[in-house]
């Protein structure tokens, strides 16, 4: 960081990555009515910078250009210069990547470059990163800039006329829904297995080449294949296949943390080895979800170990003492990347008796040549326990032990090392993918401090980042700030819907509930289906979007569609199953063009065609509870279950109907049609269809 007592106008910010250029010689305004007004009066073209904490190439940037005087001198001169942080503002960066990419024909990225007019901020030219002194192509900074200033004074014609074209190319990103006498079909959903077929990587797996990124609603939307043909003459094996062998060649992957438990965000090669080294939380909420899966679906050890050390690793080192759960830890410590991960393999020897170091030297790889970047050591896993097992001649209890001890040991001494920033501030719709994935692994692996850890969670949000009816996105330092999006409620309500289901809490329910009419409100497209990024109160930016398909967490359209829809059900409420199928016509069209990019959505419509089973539990709370223990043994993603004990207070009528009976008694639902009290747990598991 630049040192010296300047501090611009980035100091009163609560986001860790906007305090990292609080004292650079750029004269930084947060996004907002000052900058672009003083824009306006200036007639300046603002100079937009989006990136995030984590973030390895926007910290390149930020020290080669704006901790540099000479560089800080030509952007002040020429520009207004604005700084976001994408995870506190996603409007904006879904709307300024999408230009990148209409602009360059090139993907986008972080950090993100873009110069706007400064009469409606619309883009006239942008980039990624951009070097200090010119290299792999790309144009010095400062030259950069004195172009780009010379084309905004220049050519005003030339950039109203591209504006005028970009803005109707934003505006045909609406595309039509699907008519009312069309049938949603599985179509898509057969498409799409296909076309993840034809990308999967047979060997190591995971979908297409390097970098390779996890994928979870992929893995998912593979799991629910194979469970849906598991009773069939030929069940589909090889959705089982392709999803578990990426489980497991990620578990041994270096993308996977050997020591302290969870994952980085992506490989840069094709076999899992060396991550990027910053770390998710919605990576992890989701990961975790998708192992505690696996772990049910196939009884698999591995599955059920890596789920719970990702719990366990973001519990530790993610959850604040106040419940919500921290958003990153980044890639660099001490300016390198990884520096916080990798050993050498004297360290290791010197930390470790003989015998345990001889497990581990071949257990990870120690005892070959460097793999990082030719001088280090990140840990993966090379050799299985067997394997090591039959060349020492010990059994494989013997080698697990050993590991145990000695990954014990490392992690101790690895704490002692100077820690990777974490970026500490509280992100809704990421605490509601971490809520959900501990909810379904304290059911997977019978652990009811996961679920204690996702209720403390929910607690924070509903304290602090709901006001009024209304939902705030981020929190840091004692504020909850900025209106929340399409994700912080969907992935929000989904989370309070596995919680439901892991210990019921009627207020949990009203939560939910709230959530819903909230999306309902102030965020539906009444017109098309759907739901729009956006709530119609937002501040106006030059594109409100919609978007039904998959990033590196799941459309916020589709885990709307799927989860009140299931609310729906739960609740008898037509409105929500309404809405959740108009989202599915709004996005019929995507669906038909590129099914495997919207697999989220896929799994959506498969609960649409074929509505999950909704099984209540009444009675006292230890015998609902033990009912509910025994269902959750398998794997059953078309299946909810809710243990609702005599006593819970203020349950809706649809809810409240079936009571409960002197003996423990479940009601199973299918669609809108109920059954009778079933008043045997035998009785239950032979009706229910698993």
Known sequence: ?????????????????????????????????????????????ILLSIGYSACHWCHVMAHESFEDPASAAVMNELFVNIKVDREERPDLDRIYQIAQQMLTQRGGGWPLTMFLSPRDQRPFFGGTYFPKEPRHGLPAFTDLLQRVAQFYRERADDIAQQSEAL????????????SGDTALTTAAIRAAREQLAA?????????????????????EFLLRQWRATAGADEPDL?????????????????????????????SVDAYWMIPHFEKMLYDNGQLLRMYAHAALATGEPLFGRIAGETADWMIREMQSSEGGFW????????????????????????????????????????????????????????????????????????????????????????????????????????????????????????RPDLADAATRAVDFIRRECWRDGRLLAAYKDGRARFPAYLDDHAFLLDGLLELLQTRWRSADLQFATELAEALLAHFEDRESGGFFFTADDHEQLMHRSRSFSDEAVPAGNAIAAQALARLGLLLGETRYLDSAAKTLRGAWPALQHYPHAHTAL??????????????????????????????????????????????????PAAIADKKPLEETAAYVCRGMTCSAPVRSLSGLVALTRG
């Open 1 to 45: 960081m630049h040192e010296s007592s300047h501090r611009n106008r980035l100091a009163d910010e609560t986001s860790p990555y906007l305090l990292q250029h609080a004292a650079n010689p750029v004269d930084w305004y947060p996004w907002g009515e000052e900058a672009l007004e003083r824009a306006r009066r200036e007639n300046k073209p």
């Open 167 to 178: 803005q109707q190319a934003f505006d045909q990103l609406h595309t039509p829904p699907a």
């Open 199 to 219: 990308a999967f990587d047979p060997q190591f797996g995971g979908f297409g080449g390097a970098p390779k990124f996890p994928h979870p609603a992929n893995i």
């Open 238 to 266: 090889h959705s089982l296949y392709m999803a578990t062998l990426t489980l497991k060649r990620m578990a041994d992957g270096g993308i996977y943390d050997q020591l302290g438990g969870g994952f980085a965000r992506y």
């Open 327 to 446: 958003s990153a830890l980044d890639a660099d410590s001490e300016g390198h990347e990884g520096k916080f991960y990798v050993w050498q393999p004297d360290e290791v020897s010197g930390l470790l008796d003989a015998d345990d170091y001889v497990v581990v030297s071949r257990r990870f790889g120690l005892d070959r040549s460097a793999n990082f970047e030719g001088e280090a050591w990140h840990l993966h896993v090379f050799r299985s326990e067997e394997d090591i097992a039959g060349e020492l001649q010990i059994d494989v209890a013997e080698v697990d032990k050993r590991l145990a001890r000695a990954r014990k040991v490392l992690l101790e001494a690895r704490h002692r090392r100077v820690w990777p920033g974490r970026d500490e501030k509280v992100l809704t719709s990421w605490n509601g993918l971490a809520i959900s994935g501990l909810a379904v692994a304290a059911r997977a692996l019978r």
């Open 602 to 651: 896929l799994v959506a419509l498969e609960e649409h065609l074929e509505p999950p089973e909704v099984v209540i539990v009444r009675g006292e709370a230890k015998d609902t509870e033990s009912w509910r223990d025994e269902l959750a043994k398998v794997y059953a993603p078309r299946r909810l279950v809710f243990a609702i004990p005599a006593d819970a207070p203020e349950l």
